[in-house]
């Protein structure tokens, strides 16, 4: 355990906040696309191994099979090898070997030219943390889950760093319970990766993002839902329901989790590769340069242009696999730029903040969803858009606002 549519219409209304969120889609890059991905174990080999919704992903997406995944644990590169020397009780987390063996694979034997994909869990994310500066290549996307060093600690993790030849640092931690000791603790680390992406997930939720829920006992009356049962009138009365909370081992194996990882990394490598485009062969669709990160969208009908603002709203019009990368500006000859690209009406909810807006009226309108049952009765959390909005203002900007639905 170590520790929609497509837009019909251009307008200048912004989705999201500008501030901090500025795509980050890397320059495109001359090499297959077809990633190495690594999967490291905490103690006891547990739990990086567990992400099989991720691994399917990648399989299907990309056409890997076995020979494109390694499994190790922490204290060892060996494919399939076992913690703490087969021990599963062994709660240190010497790493000598994986370090050693880790760095002559992957600087030694490795293609240079694939993408590398490393992702650890627990003491398997603080191996991967040490290794990152004994690698001399590009890493192209690193992800730790609830990362733990010696001890069973997390603020010792920020005195390393992750270093600039990492394209993408995903980390992601909870604060419910032990492990680690310290689980209190935040646990971003020192990043100097192109985009760093650190924030805690304590509810466990479902691959839309719901959150998870199970049934209260009876005698915890402040559930939602609860109803006391009255024999007199006849009332049998029902428990609440609660969500549940992740715990440290429970942590890879949530859907959202596995769901965003492939999100972010189809999007990274969606930049792999480029093509020219001409004004007159121009289809209507998301453009960018290959050696900018600003991503476009081109309506060939109308002959208009608008920006995207972030990858929240990317994600909003069908996400990053859709963006073609091309050579020049020539998708934007002979189109009038517009601004920023509306953000259609539906449901969303902020990363940052719990409350859930409504956008409608042709988008025209915006107003506050209060109620859970509101949410299922305007099509369910299923429908909920997740962005990097950091106020109601800047999601509902431009469209006239009530603060309830």
């Given at each position: 355990?170590?520790?929609?549519?497509?837009?019909?219409?251009?307008?200048?209304?912004?989705?999201?906040?500008?501030?901090?969120?500025?795509?980050?889609?890397?320059?495109?890059?001359?090499?297959?696309?077809?990633?190495y991905?690594?999967?490291?174990?905490?103690?006891?080999?547990?739990?990086?191994?567990?992400?099989?919704?991720?691994?399917?992903?990648?399989?299907?997406?990309?056409?890997?099979?076995?020979?494109?995944?390694?499994?190790?644990?922490?204290?060892?590169?060996?494919?399939?090898?076992?913690?703490?020397?087969?021990?599963?009780?062994?709660?240190?987390?010497?790493?000598?070997?994986?370090?050693?063996?880790?760095?002559?694979?992957?600087?030694?034997?490795?293609?240079?030219?694939?993408?590398?994909i490393l992702?650890?869990?627990?003491?398997?994310?603080?191996?991967?943390?040490?290794?990152?500066?004994?690698?001399?290549?590009?890493?192209?996307?690193?992800?730790?889950?609830?990362?733990?060093?010696?001890?069973?600690?997390r603020?010792?993790?920020?005195?390393?760093?992750?270093?600039?030849?990492?394209?993408?640092?995903?980390?992601?931690?909870?604060?419910?319970?032990?492990?680690?000791?310290?689980?209190g603790?935040n646990?971003?680390?020192?990043?100097?990766?192109?985009?760093?992406?650190?924030?805690?997930?304590?509810?466990?939720?479902?691959?839309?993002?719901?959150?998870?829920?199970?049934?209260?006992?009876?005698?915890?009356?402040?559930?939602?839902?609860?109803?006391?049962?009255?024999?007199?009138?006849?009332?049998?009365?029902?428990?609440?329901?609660?969500?549940?909370?992740?715990?440290?081992?429970?942590?890879?194996?949530?859907?959202?989790?596995?769901?965003?990882?492939?999100?972010?990394?189809?999007?990274?490598?969606a930049?792999?590769?480029?093509?020219?485009?001409?004004?007159s062969?121009?289809?209507?669709?998301?453009?960018?340069?290959?050696?900018?990160?600003?991503?476009?969208?081109?309506n060939?009908?109308?002959?208009?242009?608008?920006?995207?603002?972030?990858?929240?709203?990317?994600?909003?019009?069908?996400?990053?696999?859709?963006?073609?990368?091309?050579?020049?500006?020539?998708?934007?000859?002979?189109?009038?730029?517009?601004?920023?690209c509306?953000?259609?009406?539906?449901?969303?909810?902020?990363?940052?903040?719990?409350?859930?807006?409504?956008?409608?009226?042709?988008?025209?309108?915006?107003?506050?969803?209060?109620?859970?049952?509101?949410?299922?009765?305007?099509?369910?959390?299923?429908?909920?858009?997740?962005?990097?909005?950091t106020?109601?203002?800047?999601?509902?900007?431009?469209?006239?606002?009530s603060?309830?639905?």
């Open positions: 355990m170590k520790l929609g549519k497509m837009l019909t219409e251009i307008g200048a209304v912004v989705c999201t906040s500008l501030i901090g969120t500025a795509l980050s889609v890397l320059p495109a890059f001359a090499q297959s696309s077809r990633p991905v690594v999967f490291v174990n905490g103690q006891g080999n547990c739990c990086a191994w567990s992400m099989d919704s991720l691994d399917e992903r990648l399989k299907s997406q990309y056409g890997l099979t076995g020979n494109d995944f390694r499994f190790v644990p922490y204290s060892n590169f060996r494919d399939g090898g076992q913690s703490g020397g087969g021990n599963q009780l062994d709660w240190s987390s010497v790493d000598s070997q994986f370090l050693k063996d880790g760095e002559d694979f992957i600087n030694n034997q490795l293609d240079r030219n694939r993408p590398l992702i650890g869990h627990s003491f398997g994310g603080d191996s991967v943390l040490k290794l990152l500066p004994r690698i001399n290549r590009r890493v192209q996307f690193v992800a730790v889950i609830d990362p733990v060093r010696t001890g069973g600690l603020v010792s993790l920020k005195a390393l760093n992750v270093p600039s030849n990492v394209d993408y640092f995903f980390n992601r931690w909870q604060e419910n319970v032990p492990f680690p000791n310290d689980f603790t646990g971003s680390i020192p990043c100097n990766a192109k985009q760093c992406d650190q924030d805690s997930q304590n509810i466990a939720r479902n691959a839309d993002f719901s959150p998870r829920t199970t049934k209260c006992r009876w005698d915890e009356v402040t559930c939602p839902g609860f109803v006391a049962p009255n024999p007199f009138i006849g009332r049998r009365g029902r428990p609440g329901t609660k969500q549940v909370r992740v715990g440290h081992q429970d942590l890879p194996k949530d859907a959202f989790i596995q769901k965003d990882l492939g999100n972010k990394i189809q999007r990274l490598l930049s792999i590769g480029s093509a020219s485009v001409e004004s062969t121009l289809a209507s669709g998301y453009y960018r340069r290959s050696d900018r990160p600003e991503v476009y969208f081109v060939a009908g109308s002959r208009t242009a608008c920006h995207v603002q972030n990858p929240s709203q990317m994600e909003v019009y069908g996400g990053f696999g859709q963006v073609k990368v091309v050579q020049g500006d020539g998708f934007r000859s002979g189109t009038q730029f517009t601004r920023s509306l953000c259609p009406d539906g449901l969303y909810r902020s990363r940052e903040k719990p409350e859930v807006y409504y956008l409608h009226n042709n988008w025209k309108s915006a107003c506050w969803v209060r109620t859970s049952e509101r949410v299922d009765q305007l099509g369910g959390w299923g429908r909920v858009r997740l962005i990097d909005s106020s109601r203002e800047s999601l509902t900007v431009g469209r006239s606002y603060d309830r639905c």
